[in-house]
Each structure stands twice: as C-alpha cells, then as structure tokens.
C-alpha cells in the first residue's frame, strides 16, 4: 500500500539530484550540464484499481556530445521502478535520433499501474548514445515521482527535468537515502543481492579461468 506517503506542496519541489521530483526549468535552475528532457505527464485513475501513466516524450535539449563528428545518436529509455511492484510495467525505448544534441521525439508511451502502489513509484528516464558496434553509451537520467503527477486532470503537465550524470547506480543510492521508507530499503536490499551475486559469479569465473591456465 501508500503508507505514508502523500503529494508534496509545489513549494517543496526541487531540482537537485537528490530529489525525485521532476520541475518546470525555471531560471533558478541549477544547469547540470548533461542537457534537459521535455515531456508531458499524466495520471489517469480507472475504476478497476489501476492508473494510465501517460508520458508525452516531447524530446531532450543540450545533450553530451559522444561521438567523434561532436553529435550523438540519442534514444531515452523509460521505466517504472521498483520493478519488484511494477512488474507489468515493461520497459519502453523511443526511437534514435542521429546525430543531434537535440533531439525530438513526440512519442507517447503509456504504463498501467497499480492505483495502491502510486506513492511507491518513480518514473526513470535514461538517454543512451547508440551505438551500433559496441555497447550504448549512457547521457545522463531524470526521474519523477508518481505522486507529483496530478491525477484525473484533463490536461497532461509540461515537465522539464534536468539530466544528471550519475557516477553509479544512482537511483538505488537515492532510494537508500530514504531510511524510513520500508519499500525503498526491500528494493535496496533485493538490488544489492542481486548486484553482490554476478560479482561472486564473475569471481568464480576468473578463478577458474586461472586454474585452467595454470594447469595447462
């Protein structure tokens, strides 16, 4: 269920890393450097006990350039997290845009979530650099929580978010930070099993890899 959580005041936004909310960019704004996202948001509740988030993928504004030619081939994949409560929320992915640092989309994506799980919920927007040879190349993540989303409203909200850069894993170390929410930590602790168990499967493999040489 929601627990405690409630919808903020619009007075106690903010567009700090820290943060989980999204904003309007506004002068005050603090620029990251990593560029911004445009989109639209929405939350629409059914009767059924599930919700439609409606996201508007309007496009993404001063980028990094990753590539050699000073561009970057940049798509944003979407995703509902905690996972391990939204598991029908599949991850979406937009379109590449080629060679831009300034890319538009106007792709609509939908995800249908479970009414008494909405305070629970983030919102991740990640923009990769694609690369046709090796692995994507990460830009930067916005995040939103869904319980600053206005529900039921006829009009979906134009949100600017800033694009961070985290050094790793960000999301999970912003969710620590929220010791008293008791989901927060399940998804924490389930993460980090799962991080700890493929650094003791890579281990293992190194160490047999070495066995192998040194009997040869």
Known sequence: ??????????????????????????????????????????????????????????????????????????????????????????????????????????????????QDQICNGVLVLSVYDYDFISANDFEGEAMVRLTDLPRNSEQHVKWTMALHRPKKDSIYKILEGRINDKVAMKFVEIRKKAMEAEDFKLENENSSGAQKSHKS
């Not at 350039?65 to 944003?76: E, Q, R, V, W, Y």
């Open 1 to 114: 269920g929601c627990g405690h959580y409630g919808t903020p005041a619009d007075g106690n936004r903010r567009s700090d890393h820290t943060s989980l909310q999204g904003t309007e960019r506004g002068e005050g704004e603090k620029s990251t450097g990593a560029g911004v996202i445009d989109l639209k948001l929405s939350l629409k509740e059914r009767r059924d006990g599930k919700a439609i988030l409606f996201a508007k993928l309007l496009g993404a504004r001063e980028l990094i350039a990753l590539d050699t030619n000073g561009k970057s081939d940049p798509f944003i994949q979407l995703q509902v997290v905690p996972h391990h409560l939204f598991p029908d929320c599949e991850l979406k992915l937009s379109t590449v845009k080629k060679s831009t640092l300034d890319p538009m989309y106007n792709e609509m994506f939908e995800f249908i979530i479970p």
